[in-house]
């Protein structure tokens, strides 16, 4: 498994604060994604990279932006968090035709 | 746009007994990854099969086995012998193998062992 390490594990926040989840990996893995998880919908794909400065967008990507600028670092970031961002959050790496591995997640409450 | 379906919100099986989970995805790539999943209550997405599309063969890790029917877009999960220990939710997941090589979940199946 790729050592995989989300900051924070959880997170209370208020309405329209800020808030940046990190994901770190030690694997050298090109591949780093983020993930949503909601009860009824599995996981769904926020936004993912493809290389250092190289992202793009996933399926539920409104309200959150990303940034890599390093192999091993992967950023989510929630410019004014919502109530409907309540979610737990889940980091992934892999490499081209492989598994991918997850965090332990980042459990997320907007109040 | 590439979809996977489970069919099967909830199961449960007796302990020592076999269980089969459903999966039926939609693509129209001729090469793909297929996973399974475990998430236990601690959340952790744990790896338990993998398949490549172009192996006929069909996946075997110690007591899970897959079901892999590529005509018919099909790739269930079958428990042997469940255990308390396989209580978990279970996602099906789907990779291409192009592009950003994204990984496209079920919305997963709940599996209870009953003693």
């Known amino acids: 498994d790729a050592g995989i390490t989300q900051s924070p594990r959880h997170k209370v926040t208020e309405t329209g604060t800020p808030v940046t989840l990190r994901c770190h990996q030690t694997?050298?893995?090109?591949?780093m994604y983020w993930y949503r998880q909601d009860p009824g919908h599995g996981l769904r794909l926020i936004h993912y990279?493809?290389?250092?400065?190289?992202?793009d967008k996933g399926e539920v990507s409104d309200g959150y932006s990303v940034s890599r600028s390093k192999t091993e670092d992967f950023l989510l970031t929630l410019e004014s968090a919502t109530s409907s961002q309540t979610s737990v959050y889940f980091c992934?790496?892999?490499?081209?035709?492989?598994?991918?591995?997850f965090g332990e997640g980042s459990w997320l409450t907007v109040v | 746009a590439q979809t996977v379906t489970q069919s099967q919100p909830e199961m449960s099986v007796q302990e020592a007994e076999t269980v089969t989970l459903s999966c039926t995805y939609d693509?129209?790539?001729?090469?793909?990854?297929l996973f399974w999943y475990k998430q236990p209550p601690s959340r952790q997405m744990i790896l338990v099969i993998r398949?490549?599309?172009?192996?006929?063969q069909n996946a075997t890790e110690n007591r899970f086995s897959v079901n892999f029917q590529k005509a018919a877009k099909s790739f269930s999960l079958k428990i042997s012998d469940s255990q308390l220990g396989d209580a978990a939710m279970y996602f099906c997941?789907?990779?291409?193998?192009?592009?950003?090589?994204?990984?496209?979940f079920g919305q997963g199946t709940r599996l209870t062992i009953n003693p």
């Open positions: 990279s493809y290389g250092v400065k190289d992202t």
């Open positions: 997941a789907y990779r291409i193998v192009q592009g950003a090589q994204k990984l496209v």
């Open positions: 693509t129209s790539e001729s090469d793909y990854y």
């Open positions: 694997e050298n893995h090109r591949y």
């Open positions: 398949q490549e599309a172009y192996k006929q």
């Open positions: 992934g790496t892999g490499v081209p035709g492989n598994t991918i591995y």
